[in-house]
């Protein structure tokens, strides 16, 4: 009898364990999509951010290269317009980056709003 109680007792225990486990997998898919998706943006936003300045170092060394000519005003030329497409590539990561988190935000809350509503 003690034996068939402990079997018992040790299947129940197993048994809500198994669930109780499946349960927490399904539910924490909200939060992996938002942190996959927070980790795309961020990689988005630092790829964006490394090519805008690879591409103002090359219009200040083009702007350098045109000063040392004496071509003044063309050197400031391409000082600003590598100013404006690194700016405008800062502007466009950000923006991505902000899009990828709202949206893996809006995920996570969707996910939690259907666990809690049972």
């Known amino acids: 009898m003690k034996k068939l109680i ?13 669930t109780a486990s499946a349960d927490d997998r399904s539910f ?12 795309r943006g ?12 690879r591409i103002n170092d090359r219009f200040d ?15 400031e030329r391409l000082d600003r317009k590598g100013d404006r497409i690194e700016r405008h590539l ?4 950000d923006r991505i980056e902000a899009r990828l988190d709202r949206r ?8 939690d709003h259907n666990r809690y509503r049972h």
């Open 90 to 93: 800062d502007k466009k990561g």
């Open 6 to 18: 402990v079997i018992g007792l040790s299947v129940l225990v197993l048994g809500s364990a198994v």
């Open 61 to 75: 060394a083009r702007a350098a290269r045109a000063r040392a000519d004496g071509k003044y005003k063309l050197a």
């Open 28 to 39: 924490d898919r909200g939060r992996r999509i938002n942190q996959r998706l927070d980790a």
């Open 104 to 111: 893996g935000d809006r995920i996570d809350r969707r996910f």
């Open 42 to 53: 961020t990689r988005i936003n630092q790829h964006l951010d490394a090519r805008g300045d």
